[in-house]
């Protein structure tokens, strides 16, 4: 055991620096993105150390660095024309850009190659000459304009220049770039205006900056476009300007949302780097470019995360915690490079604004998140047992039964208390009352024979008291002993209704004891217990192969010889103190039997649901064993497939058998599937000192075919059914084909939803029905009808009920060749009387009463009598309903006259 507290120790131990390292790694990862971020890099440029004294040539200029500011990240170098240029210059420019433009040009160290030259370079190192023709990242020559200075700083490098394309002459000579936040002065402007390429391009500018020339004003700047001849048009929330000078537009005092990098280009609208699904989607908005990149990046990590965590064997919940914080983690570092991108920040200048804001957010929220989401899981085994309802101890309840609000039955006055009775039971004067209250002494116990296993008796049956117990002992056996991993039976009477529990140690008092008498909670006379033991050999050479000296908190018994303790309490609470003591001994020879299959999960023939090929099986074991099946009748060794068993001889099931799992599969459909199963015993032993079994335990699938419920056996089915009650009986039918046994099934209805079915009153065959009543309205039900082996169908119908509650109405009276002829507005029945002393005051069935017939039986609206001028017609009709008027009242009463028919 403490064995086994190391090596968990020691997991967590390993789980927790592996954790440690993953969050370390990931947060120099996010660190050195935070950095990468500020740093440019152009296509091909490869990566130097840039030493004071650097020198390389590009064409006949050539370039020496002269001063390396590491702080603030700045290039200082100079630039002369042939070997002996009478006017070279000097210019500082920050490194990152130093290392675009010219970091394809020197591929050597300083020191091992002062001077490096190539004669084509493959990217322009600046911008091209405004209208000259020259493209960007095509070759070029230019002759040093006039103008230039020896110290950029120190000088306006566009003094004595007279034109933009002069500007962007002396630009080639100083490349730099304009920078996120830089103010738009004058000199700014006019190298913007001068730079090809840039004409017709939006450069972003931070929002708030106005600008008034003459009588307008345009507040709110957004952004500017250069045009040619040095012009700018001027966008904001206020309006626009076309034609700005560089002047003019200084006077704004704008700062740039961006950086504008000379050679690159990239002002505003043009494609950024998201990623390729934002490529593919054609993004190149950088607010949407970078959140559709976070998504694509936290699909990445959500992904991958599981087959790391489950490479470097880390416990579920925390793979699933790093998963969600590292998809976290990556998404907040693009949204907060998509917030820097966007108009909220404009003019901030603060942390928010900083490099590092998108690196400590997606950190931050990954660390967050991971604590959030991660949760220590711990895994405990829980027994337990679902009992019926206990009543209380005692009776002091019994006569709150008798409250007059509810009858008192006997289920109420017992669930009020073990010793509550019910008195005068059924008559109308039922009373609960504690039936003996002086009732003090615990149960008397005494041997039960008639549940003992055969083979087997008690030796003492004396109660107790004055018995201490007994000992159950196999007959004819040299010692007596029951036999190992065999079940018995044995039981306790008691003399009044008992709970009783039993228990391997001796216990203080009667709740301290842990298990239930037969494990039933319920007070009684008679009380059966079933045990199945492992022989002490089992028990002690388990224990030896595992280094226990406890199995499943049974103390191994050397000698195999065992005390169970019986306690009982009456219903008033009183337990003997002094438990009841029933003793045996369990056979200590060796196992030399192979072990049984006693029991399965799934029955033998038992049908299985079509289009099922495997099913899950439990084979249970008289002793711990392992099993295997085969669809051949083979030996066990050559059998294919394994199960999953238990192998500690206290793992026992609630069936006093040991449980071996596994799946079946193969099942073919309409036809007998036959299982062979063996098993070996001793799991623990070698292999050569295990019993096989030699015979198979043989298990048979039935493969089915669908369920059908019949086509049009559905009743009713659209139709309309009348009634002359508030309510009408409605008998639903249905009938099942095919599936298993010809249909053979057990039906469900159920109401308007579709859901919560009931079974149907007479089921389990192939017909089926269940009768309802009904009122008005319109209704639909749906069936679903399942069999054995779980094959189901299902249908709905939907039918009406009409309830009639008036009676037929007489619409027409006529005289038809020499007949009296009513006609009324539904089919009914019409009866007649001429007794003027009764008059409508009698009754359809009394005597002398005339049923009016029909002159066919297809239409029963129409009704005949004699035309008889002497008499008169008291005439009550009666619809298929039986509405009919009341008893005094007619429905018409005819007098004939005469009648001259010409």
């Not at 002494?441 to 005494?446: A, F, K, R």
């Amino acid at each position: 055991m403490k064995e086994k507290n190391k090596k968990e120790m020691r997991k967590k131990r390993e789980s927790i620096f592996i954790i440690a390292n993953l969050l370390i790694s990931i947060l120099a990862i996010a660190f050195m993105i935070g950095l990468e971020s500020e740093r440019v890099s152009g296509d091909g440029a490869e990566e130097h150390e840039i030493n004071k004294g650097m020198k390389f040539t590009i064409g006949d200029l050539n370039y020496e660095v002269t001063g390396v500011n590491k702080q603030e990240e700045k290039i200082i170098y100079r630039v002369t024309r042939g070997s002996n240029d009478p006017d070279p210059y000097t210019t500082t420019v920050p490194e990152n850009y130093f290392r675009q433009t010219f970091g394809s040009h020197f591929d050597t160290p300083p020191t091992a190659s002062p001077t490096s030259t190539k004669k084509s370079p493959s990217v322009a190192p600046v911008a091209a000459q405004a209208g000259t023709g020259v493209s960007v990242g095509s070759d070029f020559e230019v002759d040093k304009p006039s103008g230039l200075v020896n110290r950029f700083e120190d000088q306006d490098p566009t003094e004595g220049l007279d034109s933009a394309a002069g500007a962007a002459s002396s630009a080639q000579f100083i490349p730099k770039v304009i920078g996120k936040g830089t103010t738009l002065s004058g000199t700014t402007l006019t190298e913007i205006s001068g730079i090809k390429g840039l004409a017709g391009k939006e450069i972003l500018v931070a929002k708030g900056g106005s600008l008034t020339i003459g009588e307008k004003t345009v507040t709110g700047i957004t952004k500017i476009i250069p045009q040619e001849g040095g012009k700018f048009t001027v966008i904001g929330k206020g309006g626009s300007f076309e034609g700005v000078s560089a002047e003019e537009l200084s006077k704004a005092n704008l700062q740039l949302k961006g950086d504008l990098k000379t050679g690159e280009l990239t002002a505003a609208g043009s494609e950024g780097n998201y990623g390729k699904l934002a490529k593919i989607l054609g993004i190149k908005n950088p607010v949407m470019g970078n959140l559709v990149q976070g998504l694509q990046w936290a699909a990445v990590a959500y992904f991958a995360i599981p087959f790391i965590g489950d490479l470097l064997g880390l416990e579920p919940e925390t793979t699933k915690a790093l998963q969600y914080a590292v998809s976290s983690g990556l998404f907040a570092y693009n949204a907060a490079e998509a917030l820097q991108a966007s108009s909220l920040l404009e003019g901030n200048s603060g942390f928010f604004a900083s490099s590092s804001f998108p690196a400590i957010a997606g950190i931050g929220i990954g660390i967050v998140v991971f604590i959030l989401t991660y949760k220590k899981v711990e895994y405990k085994t829980i027994s337990f047992t679902c009992l019926p309802w206990e009543a209380p101890v005692g009776g002091n309840d019994c006569e709150k039964c008798n409250d007059e609000i509810q009858t008192c039955s006997r289920y109420r006055c017992k669930s009020l208390g073990q010793a509550c009775e019910l008195l005068n039971e059924g008559t109308n004067e039922e009373k609960c009352y504690w039936a003996n209250p002086k009732d003090v002494s615990s149960p008397m116990i005494t041997p039960n024979e008639s549940v003992l296993t055969d083979g087997y008796e008690y030796t003492n049956t004396k109660p107790r008291p004055p018995s201490w117990g007994t000992f159950i002992v196999k007959t004819r056996s040299k010692d007596g002993c029951i036999a190992a991993f065999t079940p018995i039976s044995f039981g306790i009477n008691t003399n009044k209704p008992s709970q009783c529990k039993i228990d391997f140690n001796k216990t203080a008092t009667y709740d301290d004891m842990q298990f239930y008498f037969g494990e039933s909670n319920l007070y009684g006379y008679s009380h059966t217990q079933n045990l199945n033991l492992p022989s002490p050999e089992a028990i002690n050479s388990y224990a030896a192969s595992t280094n226990q000296s406890e199995t499943g908190g049974l103390t191994i018994q050397n000698d195999g010889r065992y005390k169970l303790y019986a306690r009982c309490r009456s219903g008033n609470g009183f337990w003997n103190i002094d438990p009841y003591e029933i003793q045996f001994c369990v056979d200590k020879g060796p196992d030399t039997q192979a072990p049984q299959i006693l029991e399965t999960s799934i029955r033998n023939n038992q049908p299985v649901q079509f289009e099922v090929d495997k099913v899950p099986i439990v084979v249970y074991t008289n002793e711990p064993a392992n099993c295997r099946w085969s669809r051949t009748n083979l030996i066990f060794d050559k059998m294919e497939n394994n199960m999953s068993c238990a192998n500690n001889p206290m793992q026992m099931q609630s069936n006093l058998l040991y449980a071996c799992s596994g799946e079946l599969t193969n099942i073919e459909d309409r036809k007998d599937n036959t299982y062979y199963f063996k098993c070996e015993d001793q799991p623990w032993k070698p292999k050569n000192e295990r019993n096989k079994m030699t015979s198979s335990h043989i298990l048979t699938l039935k493969g089915t075919q669908p369920l059908n419920i019949v086509k049009n056996s559905v009743k009713p089915s659209n139709e309309t059914i009348t009634g002359a009650t508030t309510t009408i009986p409605i008998n639903l039918t249905l009938e099942t084909e095919h599936g298993y046994k010809d249909g053979e099934a057990t039906c469900y209805y159920s109401v308007n939803t579709g859901d919560n079915y009931i079974e149907m009153l007479n089921t389990n065959t192939f017909k089926h029905s269940q009768q309802q009543d009904l009122t008005a309205g319109t209704y639909t039900y749906y069936f679903k009808c399942i069999d054995l082996g779980g094959n189901q169908d299902t249908t709905n119908t939907t039918f009406t009920i009409f309830v009639d509650t008036k009676e037929p109405n007489v619409v027409r009276v006529l005289f038809d060749n020499d007949k009296l002829k009513i006609q009324t507005d539904e089919d009914a029945d019409c009866y007649y009387t001429n007794n003027d002393n009764t008059k409508c005051n009698y009754e359809l069935t009394n005597e002398g009463i005339n049923l009016m017939p029909h002159e066919t039986n297809n239409n029963k609206k129409e009704h005949f009598a004699p035309w008889d001028l002497k008499e008169t017609y008291y005439i009550k009709c009666k619809d298929v309903n039986g509405k009919q008027p009341s008893p005094t009242q007619c429905s018409i009463t005819v007098r004939p006259t005469e009648i001259n028919v010409e």
